[in-house]
């Protein structure tokens, strides 16, 4: 029995999976000026809500497939030719937590059934398996200096927030530090250095100064 | 001020700062845990001095200041520790 159809939709693609939760259909459309999106339908077929995959203006993307993990959290987004993204989202924003740029190209991906947390993927050499775990990115070194400083990976972009200083809720953060390749982890080290461990095999040394005290002057002008 | 150097290292998972001039960088390869040490003295050039392998799958790692220790528990619950700074002094060193 057909229960609903959505409007259509221009240059919907092929990947279509079912949020195991029920509530969300996703698919990719491609849009003008090397655009891609990641679109979600609600069950009756109306649009609720995109996110656009990065890209550059040289290198169009092509989405293999796209699937939810048994939890419903984590979005896996498979770009040919070798290139699994993990998607997670938080207040109304997704986030690209975590990017894999295999060797070969990827020839079949599976989230296992039981454990929501864990990931096959197999490329044309070897067979993958994935346990993944959320982490906080805070430093807890013991310190007056330290600022509490807490990092969100989103993709090539890392947002920092010292809380200590600062209490800007997420999605947004007090800055943020753009990177050549998506951020895989991050350290912070004794005197204001941050490492960030890239997708692509680099490792993005970043020096915070001159955040951890803020200045404040009240001028009384004469009249 | 971001400097990044591409170390060329294979399937990077988690990032350590040791010391102002040191970071350890935990990779997995061929389904086992490996270690490089990385210097970066000099931020816009840094460089991998030293790597270590432990023979089995990693679970979790953790690392000390003092007296230097790095330990790693795998996924048979095992744990394998070993000196930091020995792995400066050899490659392929096994933790034992």
Redesign the interface.
Same mark, same amino acid.
């Given at each position: 029995m057909l229960q609903s159809t959505s409007e259509t939709v221009a240059m919907l693609e092929h990947p279509l999976h079912w949020r195991p939760s029920g509530n969300l259909i996703a698919s990719t459309q491609q849009l003008p000026n090397n655009r891609h999106d990641v679109v979600f339908f609600e069950r009756n077929g109306l649009r609720h809500g995109e996110f656009s995959l990065p890209s550059t203006a040289t290198t169009p993307i092509q989405v293999v497939d796209v699937a939810f993990n048994a939890a419903s959290n984590i979005l896996m987004v498979v770009l040919a030719p070798a290139t699994v993204q993990l998607w997670t989202t938080a207040n109304y924003h997704w986030y690209l937590k975590q990017q894999?740029d295999f060797d070969a190209p990827v020839s079949a991906f599976h989230w296992d059934a039981e454990v929501a947390t864990r990931l096959y993927v197999a490329t044309d050499n070897d067979l993958h398996t994935f346990?993944l775990a959320m982490h906080v990115l805070a430093n807890t070194a013991i310190s007056e200096a330290n600022p509490a400083t807490v990092s969100v990976i989103d993709g090539a972009t890392l947002l920092v927030t010292p809380f200590a200083l600062r209490n800007v809720p997420p999605p947004m953060s007090a800055y943020s530090?753009? *990177?050549?390749a998506p951020v895989?982890?991050?350290?912070? =080290?004794? *005197?204001g250095?941050v490492?960030?461990?890239?997708s692509? =095999?680099?490792?993005?040394?970043?020096?915070v100064?001159n955040i951890l005290y803020f200045n404040s002057y009240l001028f009384q002008l004469g009249l | 001020m971001t400097k990044t150097t591409a170390l060329g290292l294979t399937m990077p998972l988690q990032v350590a700062v040791v010391s102002s001039t040191r970071v350890l960088v935990l990779m997995s390869q061929e389904g086992a845990a490996s270690v490089a040490l990385v210097d970066i003295s000099a931020p816009d050039d840094a460089k991998t001095v030293a790597t270590s392998k432990c023979p089995q799958p990693f679970l979790h790692w953790h690392y000390s200041h003092d007296p230097a220790r790095l330990l790693l528990e795998t996924a048979e619950g095992s744990f394998f520790t070993g000196n930091i700074y020995n792995i400066t002094r050899g490659s392929n060193r096994v933790f034992l």
């Open positions: 894999v346990n530090i753009r *990177t050549e895989r982890h991050v350290a912070y =080290g004794p *005197t250095l490492a960030a461990l890239l692509n =095999g680099s490792l993005a040394l970043i020096e100064q | -």
